[in-house]
């Protein structure tokens, strides 16, 4: 089975997919929106360089394809036939990165908020996404949780 693609016309196609203004993150962007929570786009000069950012409730929000950053979800196992070694490689320095970037910004007291793209075919994700906002909880959100009250834990009271 040969790929389409020279690994380098490949290279270009999966950088374009992982690009701004992707559907996950107007998604995403609509949800805060709708809730009235303004943000910033382009990173503001912070580390890993986070999708939004909320500068005044110092909260970041990272919209993560489960491929692209290794999440441990069906989509994120879904592993290239070609070049699998390239791209495993890749996919573990995106994880370190992540890593990386998000200690960086707990550090400084940012909270940090990861929305995974399997989070988003959830009916939850938006209301859960603004309430780890508005709570400034870091947190992952991803498809595996249910939406079952149980699994979510409460935004935290003190403001
Ligand atoms: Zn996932």
Request: hydrophobic share 35%; glycine share 10%.
């Amino acid at each position: 089975m040969t790929d389409v693609f020279t690994p380098e016309q490949r290279s270009a196609v999966m950088r374009r997919v992982r690009g701004r203004d992707t559907g996950p993150e107007l998604r995403v962007r609509r949800f805060l929106r709708e809730a009235g929570i303004g943000y910033r786009l382009g990173g503001c000069g912070l580390p890993g360089r986070p999708d939004l950012v909320m500068k005044g409730r110092r909260v970041v929000v990272f919209v993560h394809g489960c491929f692209w950053h290794g999440h441990d979800c069906r989509r994120g196992a879904r592993k290239p036939t070609t070049n699998a070694d390239y791209w495993s490689a890749k996919i573990e320095r995106n994880r370190a990165r992540d890593a990386r970037n998000d200690e960086a910004l707990s550090d400084r007291g940012w909270a940090v908020v990861t929305v995974w793209e399997c989070a988003l075919k959830s009916p939850w994700i938006g209301e859960r996404l603004v309430d780890a906002v508005q709570g400034r909880q870091a947190t992952a959100l991803c498809g595996a949780l249910s939406g079952s009250a149980s699994s979510i834990s409460p935004p935290d009271s003190t403001n």
